[in-house]
């Protein structure tokens, strides 16, 4: 968890807003077909940058100036020989280790710091960037949001009229997640050729389109998920592989620049999987190495740590706990927290957990005919105050009242010596001393994740020969401890 806080509304009202428009036909930039179209571009552009401020806020962004720029200036290159150069053009790196990259409307373009590590050259990144282009160039986001618009504007109600909801927003249905959307198959195929005519115009060479596409669909037969992260947000059109070497042997173009000592030589360094200094879990205990607490949640809860709080959910799912961060004092908080509408105090007190300063309370929220019930602890830890709070139906509070109030007792200071020093795994770019195999390689330059894991971020399948002086990426560091 970043533990940013983000606001939530802008971006929803924006959406009520553009729906609105009068204009429903246009023309696609991109494609030059006809497309519907209720937001205008001025629209679109607002949508983005409110969006691409709450993701810098809660998602973070990687910590490192120089790979941001470099990431920045392939963008840029892409977005100039695009339909669209005249777009506020921005590509970051968010702090987060899926393997997954998204757009934002008008302008905004992320990769997760995740993918980063699994690229190979400058090509496989420009193909990806490329790729996430011609969702804004064609205008996805704005067709789907007029196609959805009552849909939208139903749901966009429910938390612009009712702000109290606004700490429930992630598990109700509203709010940050408003903003990424799902792209359809159709859309999938339109980006992937458009990200083949933008990064060919640059000159690089479009066989990084089927590496990168190469790694991906392995990375989902290796992922043992249902729907990995990137097939979350870009539903598989088919054979991507097979129609990207269509479309290299359709048009011609050959060779061009890949630039791969360039891009791993960038990388080096770049840290590898999550990364515990944003807080993990030890089983059901959380723990927070650079803010130096923790907490455990209730035994047998499935537990997230989301860029923007530490979700725990009962296994019934009829039950939510979540941590985040307040803003003052507890006492500050709490008048903040039970000052919303609809929200109703039905008790509280000052205390101390663990010797730390605290206010615990138990409330009721109403929106509409739905009715939640539940307990809040504001609890000062150092600069920083935190609500943990726990929340279910009326009918089920007396079950889950105990494991709400159990797990407020744990919150502490993080004292053990091992857990406050965890490091990151991280990438180490080497040089091959010597011609090897890629099970040599994998052998003789150990990491600290699984041979599959090695042989994937290199696009190996594990039978190739590799000459001296090849540069390789493995993994070093311990990362978090497991249990």
């Given at each position: 968890?970043h533990?940013r806080?983000?606001a939530?509304?802008?971006?929803?009202?924006l959406l009520?807003?553009?729906?609105?428009?009068?204009?429903?036909?246009?023309?696609?930039?991109?494609?030059?077909?006809?497309?519907?179209s209720?937001v205008?571009?001025?629209?679109?552009i607002?949508?983005g940058?409110?969006?691409?401020?709450?993701?810098?806020?809660?998602m973070?962004?990687?910590?490192?100036?120089?790979?941001?720029?470099y990431?920045?200036?392939?963008?840029?290159?892409?977005?100039?020989?695009?339909e669209?150069?005249?777009?506020?053009?921005?590509f970051?790196?968010?702090?987060?280790?899926?393997?997954n990259?998204?757009?934002l409307?008008?302008?905004?373009?992320?990769?997760?710091?995740?993918?980063m590590?699994?690229f190979?050259?400058?090509?496989?990144?420009?193909?990806?960037?490329?790729?996430?282009?011609?969702h804004?160039t064609?205008?996805?986001?704005?067709?789907?949001?007029?196609?959805?618009q009552?849909?939208?504007?139903?749901?966009v109600a429910?938390?612009?009229?009712?702000?109290?909801?606004?700490?429930?927003?992630?598990v109700?249905?509203?709010?940050?997640?408003?903003?990424?959307?799902?792209?359809?198959?159709?859309?999938?195929?339109?980006?992937?050729?458009?990200?083949?005519?933008?990064?060919?115009?640059?000159g690089?060479?479009?066989?990084?389109?089927?590496?990168?596409?190469?790694?991906?669909?392995?990375?989902?037969?290796d992922?043992?998920?249902s729907?990995?992260?990137?097939q979350?947000t870009?539903?598989n059109?088919?054979?991507?592989?097979?129609?990207?070497?269509?479309?290299?042997a359709?048009?011609?173009?050959?060779?061009g620049?890949?630039?791969?000592d360039e891009?791993?030589?960038r990388?080096?360094?770049?840290?590898?999987?999550?990364?515990?200094?944003q807080g993990?879990?030890?089983g059901?205990?959380?723990?927070?190495?650079?803010l130096?607490?923790?907490?455990?949640?209730?035994?047998?809860?499935e537990?997230?740590n989301?860029?923007?709080?530490?979700?725990?959910?009962?296994?019934?799912?009829d039950?939510?706990?979540q941590?985040?961060?307040?803003?003052g004092?507890?006492?500050e908080?709490?008048?903040?927290?039970?000052?919303?509408?609809?929200?109703?105090r039905?008790?509280?007190?000052s205390?101390?957990?663990?010797?730390?300063?605290?206010?615990?309370a138990?409330?009721?929220?109403?929106?509409?005919?739905?009715?939640?019930?539940?307990?809040?602890?504001f609890?000062?830890?150092?600069d920083?105050?935190?609500?943990?709070?726990?929340?279910?139906?009326?009918?089920?509070?007396?079950?889950?009242a105990?494991?709400?109030?159990?797990s407020?007792?744990?919150?502490?200071?993080?004292?053990?010596r091992?857990?406050?020093?965890?490091?990151?795994?991280r990438?180490?770019i080497v040089?091959?001393?010597?011609?090897m195999?890629?099970?040599?390689?994998?052998?003789?330059y150990?990491?600290?994740?699984p041979r599959e894991?090695?042989?994937?971020m290199?696009?190996?399948?594990?039978?190739?020969?590799?000459e001296?002086?090849?540069?390789?990426?493995?993994v070093?560091g311990?990362?978090?401890?497991?249990?």
């Amino acid at each position: 968890m970043h533990w940013r806080q983000i606001a939530t509304g802008n971006a929803q009202a924006l959406l009520l807003a553009g729906s609105l428009s009068l204009s429903a036909c246009a023309i696609n930039p991109a494609t030059g077909g006809r497309m519907l179209s209720l937001v205008s571009e001025g629209q679109e552009i607002s949508m983005g940058q409110e969006a691409a401020a709450q993701v810098d806020a809660a998602m973070g962004l990687y910590d490192s100036p120089d790979l941001q720029s470099y990431v920045d200036s392939i963008g840029q290159g892409l977005a100039a020989v695009s339909e669209r150069p005249e777009l506020p053009w921005s590509f970051k790196i968010v702090d987060d280790p899926v393997i997954n990259a998204f757009a934002l409307p008008g302008g905004p373009v992320y990769v997760a710091r995740g993918l980063m590590t699994y690229f190979n050259s400058e090509a496989e990144l420009a193909s990806v960037l490329g790729h996430e282009l011609g969702h804004i160039t064609a205008r996805h986001s704005v067709e789907q949001i007029s196609r959805a618009q009552l849909a939208q504007i139903g749901l966009v109600a429910g938390t612009v009229i009712v702000p109290e909801l606004a700490p429930f927003a992630d598990v109700l249905g509203g709010g940050f997640g408003l903003l990424f959307l799902k792209f359809g198959r159709d859309d999938e195929r339109e980006s992937d050729l458009l990200g083949f005519r933008y990064m060919t115009r640059l000159g690089y060479d479009p066989q990084g389109a089927v590496d990168m596409f190469s790694i991906l669909e392995r990375q989902r037969e290796d992922s043992g998920r249902s729907v990995p992260e990137w097939q979350s947000t870009h539903p598989n059109p088919g054979n991507r592989v097979a129609a990207a070497e269509q479309r290299i042997a359709e048009s011609g173009v050959s060779g061009g620049i890949v630039r791969r000592d360039e891009y791993l030589r960038r990388v080096d360094g770049i840290v590898f999987g999550p990364d515990p200094r944003q807080g993990f879990f030890l089983g059901s205990l959380f723990l927070h190495p650079d803010l130096e607490f923790q907490v455990a949640f209730p035994e047998g809860w499935e537990t997230q740590n989301a860029p923007q709080a530490v979700l725990a959910q009962a296994p019934d799912e009829d039950a939510i706990m979540q941590l985040t961060l307040a803003e003052g004092t507890p006492d500050e908080a709490a008048r903040e927290f039970f000052a919303q509408r609809s929200v109703t105090r039905t008790g509280a007190r000052s205390r101390r957990v663990n010797g730390l300063r605290a206010v615990q309370a138990t409330f009721r929220a109403t929106a509409g005919r739905r009715t939640l019930e539940g307990e809040v602890l504001f609890v000062r830890h150092r600069d920083h105050t935190y609500q943990l709070l726990g929340y279910t139906t009326p009918s089920r509070m007396g079950r889950y009242a105990v494991a709400f109030e159990g797990s407020f007792e744990t919150f502490a200071a993080l004292t053990d010596r091992r857990m406050l020093g965890v490091e990151p795994r991280r990438l180490e770019i080497v040089t091959l001393r010597s011609a090897m195999s890629a099970e040599e390689f994998v052998e003789r330059y150990p990491s600290t994740v699984p041979r599959e894991a090695v042989l994937l971020m290199n696009g190996l399948q594990g039978g190739e020969n590799l000459e001296a002086g090849r540069l390789m990426k493995r993994v070093v560091g311990e990362g978090a401890p497991e249990g």
